[in-house]
T-cell receptor
Framework: AQSVTQLGSHVSVSEGALVLLRCNYS??????LFWYVQYPNQGLQLLLK????ATLVKGINGFEAEFKKSETSFHLTKPSAHMSDAAEYFC????????????WGLGTSLAVNP | EAGVVQSPRYKIIEKKQPVAFWCNPI?????LYWYRQNLGQGPELLIR????????DSQLPKDRFSAERLKGVDSTLKIQPAELGDSAVYLC??????????????FGPGTRLTVT
């Protein structure tokens, strides 16, 4: 069965530091992978997605993620954290034939300290 | 371009009362999703529509939940009667429905339901 694991339910970084949010997936078929961000009292916003094209995917707000098949990972990074990046981040996976049903991770709460 | 619109944003009701949530998707989006999100968790799909047809309602608790998408545009999700465990954020999302599994879902702000 397909699944998503986000390592670390809470991550804290200093402003200007590297952001690394981890996502590992389990899929027996080629996956489609997504990162979403959720700000307090708001819906989810797509940051980026992987759909079998380039393995390094660039998204909005300076975020990027690299698909590594050998490690079954799709970690989200940003070189320099801003205070405005504080939010909940969700990794999700689906695959062809799954009727576009996303399988979601439990989320990682990112705190950015001044 | 307007995003996904949901109303109300917040709702407090007593258990056993009915409640309804409304969603207007992005114009031109054929696919509409209703999710439930509990605190500290990812969204859980309740139902997916392709135009006016419910193509996946396997996770919808049909004894108390119902949904409709008349004319394939806006949609209403209803709970009757509500239970304490229904307290959650109800999210609506929409997508074009033309990109297969890579279809991007756009989310509304959600309705936070509190059942007392």
């Amino acid at each position: 069965a397909q699944s998503v694991t986000q390592l670390g339910s809470h991550v804290s970084v200093s402003e200007g530091a590297l952001v690394l949010l981890r996502c590992n997936y389990s899929s027996s078929v080629p996956p489609y992978l997504f990162w979403y961000v959720q700000y307090p009292n708001q819906g989810l916003q797509l940051l980026l997605k992987y759909t079998s094209a380039a393995t390094l995917v660039k998204g909005i707000n300076g975020f990027e993620a690299e698909f590594k098949k050998s490690e079954t990972s799709f970690h989200l990074t940003k070189p320099s954290a801003h205070m405005s990046d504080a939010a909940e981040y969700f990794c999700a996976v689906t695959y062809a034939g799954n009727n576009r049903k996303l399988i979601w991770g439990l989320g990682t709460s990112l705190a950015v300290n001044p | 371009e307007a995003g996904v619109v949901q109303s109300p944003r917040y709702k407090i009701i007593e258990k056993k009362q009915p409640v309804a949530f409304w969603c207007n998707p992005i114009s031109g989006h054929n696919t509409l999703y209703w999710y439930r999100q509990n605190l500290g968790q990812g969204p859980e799909l309740l139902i997916r529509y392709e135009n006016e047809e419910a193509v996946d309602d396997s996770q919808l608790p049909k004894d108390r939940f119902s949904a409709e998408r008349l004319k394939g545009v806006d949609s209403t999700l209803k709970i009757q009667p509500a239970e304490l465990g229904d307290s959650a954020v109800y999210l609506c999302a929409s997508s074009l429905g033309t990109s297969g599994s890579g279809d991007e879902q756009y989310f509304g702000p959600g309705t936070r339901l509190t059942v007392t």
